[in-house]
């Protein structure tokens, strides 16, 4: 696994204590709030509703042991006991004090995490699917790619004022857990004959103005990579509009102009910079595929799992959500849920954290991934060792069988903590969750994925949840608004929007309208729930919510 | 015609703490809504708000909010700032937390 080098090392410390300056020069008064806000943001430390929040990157959603211990001190050491995992492959959390700070960034540096790039103008905190180095369908595991792109872009002096952020995502194979289509440029590994190259896609984004990405590229070779990316960027910061916030992202670009005046643009561009890339970036490029070495797989005999599914319903019931094939037939991968029902999406106590270090360690070769959709991933388990595993999460409440159903949902923090929002999403998932374990429905239903967010900006990816729930305010009222259809695969589309929103307590009766329309419609128990809405369409979903009459009445 | 102007508190988070507190008539900040200064004339709260916009080793980021009276202080309108007064809804933390020990 990755480790920082000296140079890392050196910048992390020199930007801790240069923060921790500039806080002494905040709270002595020196510094006034409209000069220290770009300081704080770009350390990753915003102010919510209620109280400070610091954002901590999570490269390409990989943590060791050793790091998640870290978080859980720093959770209860200077914080509430707990953090979030966010859709973007970053913890938050949300009570730091400003004169804490400045240790936490320490601890934080001393196992080589920070809070650097997870705002502002910049390239952001790379992301990348959860399963990169593990999935049984990738062609490489994309994170060495994700690492050259941070060092490339860290404190690039071009792309530190970009016309807005800008965010990369990566993936390793044709399935998108990474929901490249939704990201300023999204990287697909993609295999020539024996070269491997990317397919790049760009102008995805969701938020005021939901886009899917383009393709820029069909097959770009892996030694064009940063230059190529350099080109779009630059594209994009000659091109890009500063005029207005609304139409600052990249996506906004690429529509206005259109994908092939871009991409003519972005060529040029190439052609110009591509001389400039010496080759000193694949050689820093084959140093750090190496530190991405796989572990040394153990051969055990999967026999005493398949023996223990066959006996125990209940770990049967689990792995059927959450383990996952791995690359090495002996190996899977565990997706462990933070969703128990009723429980805030993403947010893992430090006991739990530590558990999850403690189980790396112990099955799992030290490693750990967060996923964009908020839980927690044991990339290489030995299938011999599940039925074990399974009983240390049971243990910890950590087993709960939902991932990739009706519970297993994306909240954006939402009101509850969120000043941009405009209304909370964080009751409304807890909710949904309990109401269909209440009934009973969450297995009859199978695949679904619900995705909520607080305000137009998305971060809750709602217009890619095959059921979208958006909540904003309405004279003073919260109000939800719903979307059907989206999807954030390869297979990307932007949800459809029902109708006129839903109050705040009738958003739950709704979903249940939209479901048991849909447990009447589907074809055979087989047909999830984004096929059978692709197959008839909106409007029986319509009908549901909003009663006969509803087609003129939208 | 000038519309009728709805009463505000002076509000803001505490620099320190992040905490959400308020203006109160003597000038002093709280962190209880019910405790605020409810300014019902409009170039008062102006001023009032320019005061705490004068304490930047304090408080970050000032604003006035729509309030109302009520049997124990003024109350918040919108419910962005009656969560404001109490916490987040999926734990008890926050101002919550202190008042129900
Ligand atoms: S979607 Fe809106 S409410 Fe939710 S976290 Fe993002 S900015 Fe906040």
Known sequence: MYNYSDFDEAFLRERCAQFRAQVERRLDGSLTEEEFRPLRLMNGLYLQLHAYMLRVAIPYGTLSARQMRQLAHIAETWDKGYGHFTTRQNIQYNWPKL???????????DVGLHAIQTSGNCIRNVTADHFAGAAADEIADPRPYAELIRQWSTDHPEFQFLPRKF???????????????????????????????FKVLVGGGLGRTPLIGQVIRDFLPESDLLPYLE????????????????????KITVFENGIDAFRDATEEQFARLRPAFSGVDQALLAGIKAQFAPPAFRNADPAPYEAALAVDPLLRA?????????????????????????Q??????????RTLADLAEAYGYGELRISHEQNVILPHVARADLPALFEALRKADLATANIGLVSDIIACPGMDYCALATARSIPVAQGIATHFQTLGLEQEIGALK???????????????????????????????????????????????????????????PAIERILRAYLDLRTTPEEPFLETYRRLGAQPFKTALYGEGARHAA | MSRKFTPKVVTANDLREGDVIYLTAAGEWTREHAQAELIEDEAIAELRLLKAMGQPDRVVGPYL???????????????????????????????????HV
């Not at chain 1, 004169?99 to 540096?109: C, F, K, R």
């Not at chain 1, 805030?344 to 954290?353: H, I, L, R, Y």
């Not at chain 1, 909520?452 to 729930?469: K, L, P, R, T």
């Open chain 1, 99 to 109: 004169t804490d700070v400045p240790d936490i960034l320490d601890a934080l540096a």
């Open chain 1, 167 to 197: 965010k990369i995502a990566i993936t390793g194979a044709e399935a998108d857990r990474a929901v490249i289509r939704a990201h300023d440029i999204g990287l697909q590994i993609v295999a020539r004959g024996e070269e491997i190259g």
């Open chain 1, 231 to 250: 080109a779009i960027v630059s594209t994009y910061n000659l091109m890009g509009r500063r005029d207005n916030k609304y139409k600052a992202r990249i």
């Open chain 1, 318 to 342: 689990w792995a059927r959500q959450s383990v996952t094939a791995h690359r090495v037939d002996s190996h899977a991968i565990v997706t462990v849920s933070l969703k128990a029902h009723g």
């Open chain 1, 344 to 353: 805030t999406p993403g947010d893992a106590s430090a006991d739990q954290m």
């Open chain 1, 450 to 508: 619900i995705k909520i967010s607080g305000c137009i900006n998305a971060c809750g990816h709602h217009h890619v949840g095959h059921i979208g729930i958006l909540g904003l305010d309405r004279a003073g009222v919260e109000n939800y608004q719903i979307t059907l259809g989206g999807d954030g695969t390869e297979t990307a589309s932007i949800g459809e929007r029902a109708g006129p929103g839903f109050a705040y307590d009738e958003v739950i």
């Open chain 2, 65 to 99: 909010a729509d309030a109302r009276p009520g049997p124990n202080g003024p109350e918040p309108t919108h419910f962005r700032e009656a969560f404001r007064t109490r916490g987040p809804s999926n734990y008890a933390h926050g101002k919550q937390e202190r008042a």
